[in-house]
Structure formats: structure tokens, C-alpha cells
């Protein structure tokens, strides 16, 4: 008989939807462990400038991804022994690793390290191909979506919080020019699944997002 696979929630969608932080709040409430897929694009990212190449150097950069060594422990995020957390989250990582993103040999490199965060009892996985690459099989696909510019008065609020100041405008226009690359790329760009069901979070709070996600999650675990 055909072992079952673990179940999946998948959460994909635009940059700073809220995917991230509602998708560790629905992964502790179900008790299922959490892939922030988006952090392995970054940690890419930061390797290959790091180590000088040229991003859209396609063999150089997906000859990291594929040998990068990485650890996920809670919020802290290491390469080899280096605590990276903060690091990868600089806003010049961000672009960066849309960047990295758009190379197919670095997808490819990272598919088997991503599918194997897939352990019982469960995993919810955020990122921009969770439901259509990744895990097309997933139990429940969600896809966040808000406005642009919502989306970037978040983002600043985010930054704020860390004692970083930036200015809104220059965020929205990294967010729509994220938005293009990872939309317009030949390789899984972002998009919403037929399957998936979509949450426009615009004007809405985190806790109403997750309580929305929890409902969807319970009916789809549920049934058979
Ligand atoms: O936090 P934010 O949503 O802004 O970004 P992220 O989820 O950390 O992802 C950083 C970049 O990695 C995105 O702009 C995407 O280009 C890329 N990415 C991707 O292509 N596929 C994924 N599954 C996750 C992230």
C-alpha cells in the first residue's frame, strides 16, 4: 500500500502579503513544522555575492544552491556555523535573491532541500511555488494577496520595528519591481493555483487572516 505523505498547507504570494508571519502562526497552532522557503532564495543570494559572482551567472550561483550548507533552528538561520538570520533579511538581499530566484538551475537545486522539511505530523510552507511547484499535491493552497501599497506600508512598519528607516516610496517601488520580476520569470513565477484559495488581506489583521487560514485548514484536514 502507498505510504501516506505527511499533509501540507501551502501560502504563497506576493512580497510582503503577510505570508510569513501568518504561516508560523498557522504552523504553531497545528502543531506541523514550518518552511520559509523564501529564506533559502536569500541565503543563496547572500552566498554568491558574498563569494563575488555575477547573480545571473547561472552555473556559478545554482553550483551554491546546490552545495550550500544550511540550518534551520527556529528563527535562527546559520550557514555552516555563521548566524545569517539578520543578514539575509537586508533589503538588498531581498532583491538579490528575486534575482537568484529567476535562475531555473537554482530551482531545480532547491526543490529536494525544500520537499524534505515535509515530516509528520505536518508542514505548513510559505513562499511563491509552494502549491504550484512544490508541493502540488499540498492538502490546502492558500494564496495572500493586499495592495501595493499596503504591502509596503507593512514592510516599513516591519523595518520601523527594527530601528531601520527606509522610505515608503522606495518600498513600494522595490515591491512593484519584485512584483514584475517574479511574475514575468519563465521559470515557476508567481502565480495563483486553480486550486487555491485566495485571501485579499488588504485592511484586514494578522489574527483575521490566520482565524480565515485555521477554518480552511481544519475543513481540508478533515476530510478524507
Ligand atoms: O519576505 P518576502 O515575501 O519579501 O520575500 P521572501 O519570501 O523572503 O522571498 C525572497 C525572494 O525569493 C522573492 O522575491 C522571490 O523572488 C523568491 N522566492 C521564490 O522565487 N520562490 C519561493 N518559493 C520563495 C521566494
Known amino acids: 500500500m502507498a505510504r501516506r505523505l505527511p499533509p501540507v498547507i501551502a501560502i504563497d504570494g506576493p512580497s510582503a502579503s503577510g505570508k510569513g508571519t501568518v504561516a508560523q502562526l498557522v504552523a504553531r497552532d497545528l502543531g506541523f513544522h514550518y518552511l520559509d522557503s523564501g529564506a533559502l532564495y536569500r541565503l543563496v543570494a547572500l ?3 558574498e563569494a563575488g559572482l555575477n547573480l545571473d551567472d547561472g552555473l556559478r550561483v545554482s553550483d551554491i544552491a546546490l552545495n550550500i550548507n544550511t540550518k534551520f533552528n527556529g528563527e535562527t538561520v546559520r550557514i555552516g556555523s555563521r548566524d545569517v538570520t539578520d543578514a539575509i533579511r537586508a533589503e538588498s538581499i531581498s532583491g538579490a535573491a528575486s ?29 511563491r511555488d509552494m502549491g504550484s511547484v512544490v508541493f502540488p499535491d499540498a492538502t490546502l493552497k492558500i494564496f495572500l494577496t493586499a495592495s501595493p501599497e499596503e504591502r509596503a506600508n507593512r514592510r516599513h512598519k516591519q523595518l520601523m520595528e527594527k530601528g ?47 482565524a480565515q487560514v485555521l477554518a480552511q485548514c481544519r475543513h481540508a484536514l478533515r476530510a478524507p
Open 99 to 127: 534575482q537568484v530566484a529567476a535562475l531555473p538551475g537554482v530551482r531545480d537545486a532547491l526543490i529536494t532541500r525544500q520537499r524534505a522539511f515535509r515530516r509528520p505530523p505536518g508542514l505548513v510552507a510559505d513562499g
Open 47 to 49: 552566498a554568491a555575492l
Open 164 to 210: 531601520i528607516d527606509a522610505s515608503i516610496n522606495t518600498l513600494l517601488q522595490d515591491i512593484l519591481d519584485r512584483d514584475t520580476r517574479d511574475t514575468t520569470r519563465a521559470a515557476a513565477p508567481l502565480q495563483k493555483s486553480v486550486d487555491a484559495v485566495e485571501i485579499d488581506t488588504t485592511g484586514m489583521t494578522i489574527a483575521a487572516v490566520v
